[in-house]
């Protein structure tokens, strides 16, 4: 049976604080191109430090901080690491609370 992983999503579905793993690109070519040059490769390791549905996403990968547009994020699928500031277990988004995280 073929299982799927919940933990991957598209770059721009994550919130501030979460981190990932670049695990694939969906045009190819051009996409892997253009994350290469900023150096952002398949299996990065990277952190949201900002967050937004129209403005660019902030992220952090090792010492270097780039701002991804949200059309070049969309076409970026990464595995989560866990929740905001990289803590273990899943939580649920409540509106205006900020995370609640599963005990």
């Known amino acids: 049976m073929n299982e799927v992983d919940e933990r991957i999503t598209l770059l721009a579905e994550l919130l501030a604080g ?3 793993r670049i695990v ?3 045009d190819g070519t051009e996409t892997e191109k253009r994350l290469s040059d900023m150096g952002l490769a398949l299996d ?3 952190e949201v430090l900002v ?3 129209r403005s660019p996403l902030l992220v952090a ?3 270097t901080r780039l701002a991804i547009e949200p059309d070049l994020a969309k076409q ?3 595995r989560r690491f ?3 500031c990289g ?3 899943w939580g649920r988004r409540h509106r205006g609370r900020g995370w609640r995280f599963r005990r």
Request: net charge positive; proline share 4%; no cysteine.
């Open 51 to 53: 967050a937004g549905n």
């Open 82 to 84: 866990g929740g905001p």
């Open 87 to 89: 803590r273990r277990g």
């Open 76 to 78: 970026v699928r990464v």
């Open 44 to 46: 990065s390791e990277i």
């Open 24 to 26: 694939a690109m969906s």
């Open 18 to 20: 979460e981190r990932a």
């Open 61 to 63: 990968a090792g010492e």
